[in-house]
């Protein structure tokens, strides 16, 4: 069984930083891509950042501002969240495509990570 967990969401203030994590556990033969996403009240789902064999790939709105990055050792993959604006609450998940042990090659989702920016 394989499972994504997130964490590190939480409230923050206009300009501040956090830094989300997600943790890739289970009978895991190995991880291809890593992202991240995030869904605000009333939209749809948005790629924040992806991470593949080191190449990194971020959506517009985030350049400059986030930084994705990986462990490869510990299954985890980071976000790295600063100059936080109110326009970045939403839920935050992580996303990564693996290949179980067994098994052929699957799409997962962490269950996400509230992400609130305000005064």
């Known amino acids: 069984q394989v499972q994504l967990v997130e964490s590190g969401g939480g409230l923050v203030q206009p300009g501040g930083s956090l830094r989300l994590s997600c943790a890739a556990s289970?009978?895991?033969?190995?991880?291809?891509?890593m992202g991240w996403y995030r869904q605000a009240p009333g939209k749809q789902r948005e790629l924040v950042a992806t991470?593949?064999?080191?190449?990194?790939n971020y959506a517009d709105f985030v350049k400059g501002r986030f930084a994705i990055s990986r462990d490869n050792g510990k299954n985890m993959v980071y976000l790295q969240m600063n100059d936080l604006k109110p326009e970045d609450t939403a839920v935050y998940s992580c996303?990564?495509?693996?290949?179980?042990?067994?098994?052929?090659?699957?799409?997962?989702w962490g269950q996400g990570t509230q992400v609130t920016v305000s005064s």
């Open positions: 996303n990564a495509d693996i290949l179980p042990i067994g098994l052929g090659w699957r799409n997962y």
């Open positions: 289970g009978s895991i033969r190995t991880i291809s891509r």
């Open positions: 991470i593949t064999n080191g190449v990194t």
